[in-house]
């Protein structure tokens, strides 16, 4: 089973939600702008070529740990500060029953958040420590008592000292979910500048900030970017991509989105990991750092982006990116999945209502990135054309974060021309 690695073209800008610890800093790394990025990328000489060579992990535990959730665990913020802050959060399970839970972490930002003021890609996670992990049994729901607490451990010890930039894995640990229940994870931190995810109440995360076992609702909250699990799958699929992969501004714990609705419609037999991050941009993974380089373990990864690069353009820019220099981030992104030996399919930018210039933009973009594909040898999905209409492409019809009916329609429709190439990688 080689890899069929899918790309969703599509973009994204997330929601504002409550934090917990404090606040992120406002530090700032040097970078070049989007017209000297964009035009750099078609030089003869590669200035990508040494990041897309150091886009490795060489980690055996990708091939025997998949994912078993479809909610979203990647960094794209920081908790400033945390003392001996214990966070909890609920994920539906893919596949229940027994099974050798693993948990991978890595402690930088994967993405840039908004305009980069309080993270960006890159960014080092500080020096933390791990008090204690657990996961436990969540019931049916967050009104159900916790049951099964079981403790995870890092080298055998209950505690581990995080460095900065460090990547590593839990040790491996048993547990028996029962059918339609929620793996709860639960950890105890201190430290500064701690890498987290800005969930955007897609499910229940909550903190515990002075020990006295009351859990209040918190957006920004630290988790291991993979929930694995030994798995016998058909095929392993990842989706990178940025709020609209994440499944921003679908309803409350009810997993609407549309990463989350392949997943459920290809049922326990595919592995699905949902790496989109909010706010995130194809420069971001263009940078070729531990996110690009973890998705590209799997046999599909499903890459999502445009909106956010159209509106915004990379970290540090002052203005949105131009189609050509989207799809330039796009070829190294392609570049570096392709030389992992994935297939690949492409997405389009999704409707966002823009205006005339930035509908421009989107409309040359989807042009592009349906002959970057064929120049490939990758598949190419019109996303657009599921969540607008023909009278007017450039309305959204399910919202500019696709809203639970739209999700449905686009998961139906990929599943229905793709699940036959899955099966057969």
């Not at 530090?27 to 990328?41: H, L, M």
């Amino acid at each position: 089973m080689k890899r069929f690695c899918a790309f969703l073209l599509s973009a994204l800008i997330t929601i504002t939600a409550a934090s917990c610890g404090s606040g992120a800093d406002n530090s700032k790394r040097d970078s070049a702008s989007s017209k000297e990025q964009g035009s750099s990328v078609q030089q003869e000489t590669d200035p990508y070529a040494e990041k897309k060579a150091a886009c490795e992990l060489n980690d055996a535990g990708f091939d025997k740990y998949i994912s078993n959730t479809p909610v979203a665990t990647g960094n794209n913020y920081v908790v400033k500060s945390a003392d001996k802050i214990t966070y909890r959060a609920y994920f539906p399970a893919e596949e229940y029953g027994k099974l050798e839970y693993c948990f991978y972490f890595s402690n930088t930002v994967d993405s840039t958040y908004s305009k980069g003021n309080d993270a960006y890609v890159g960014k080092s996670g500080g020096e933390y420590t791990i008090e204690s992990a657990f996961i436990a049994d969540g019931g049916t729901g967050t009104e159900d008592e916790i049951t099964n607490k079981t403790q995870v451990l890092f080298g055998g010890e209950e505690s581990r000292e995080v460095k900065s930039d460090e990547a590593f894995w839990s040790d491996p640990v048993g547990f028996d979910l029962p059918e339609g229940h929620y793996l709860v994870w639960e950890w105890t931190l201190t430290g500064e500048n701690i890498p987290c995810t800005y969930m955007s109440n897609l499910t229940s995360s909550t903190a515990d900030e002075d020990g006295e076992g009351e859990f209040v609702y918190c957006d920004q909250i630290p988790l291991p970017q993979l929930i694995g699990a030994e798995r016998e799958v058909k095929c392993n699929i990842a989706a990178i991509g940025d709020s609209i992969t994440q499944g921003c501004q679908t309803e409350f714990m009810a997993y609407e989105f549309w990463a989350a609705g392949i997943s459920q419609l290809l049922g326990e037999d595919y592995g699905f990991w949902n790496c989109g991050l909010g706010w995130a941009r194809t420069s971001d993974a263009a940078e070729c750092g531990n996110w690009l380089a973890r998705t590209k373990t799997a046999d599909v990864v499903i890459v999502a982006f445009g909106t956010n690069d159209i509106v915004s353009g990379e970290y540090g820019a002052e203005e949105g990116n131009t189609a050509k220099e989207i799809d330039a981030y796009l070829r190294v992104v392609l570049d570096v999945l392709k030389d992992a030996g994935c297939q690949i399919i492409v997405f389009n930018a999704p409707p966002e209502d823009y205006g005339e210039e930035l509908e421009t933009v989107r409309t040359e973009y989807n042009e592009l990135a349906r002959k970057t594909a064929e120049e490939y040898g990758a598949e190419y999905f019109d996303f657009a054309s599921y969540l607008s209409s023909p009278e007017d492409p450039s309305a959204a019809l399910y919202g500019g974060h696709p809203n639970g009916e739209g999700g449905k329609i686009v998961a139906e429709q990929f599943v229905a021309a793709y699940k036959a190439m899955l099966e057969e990688n």
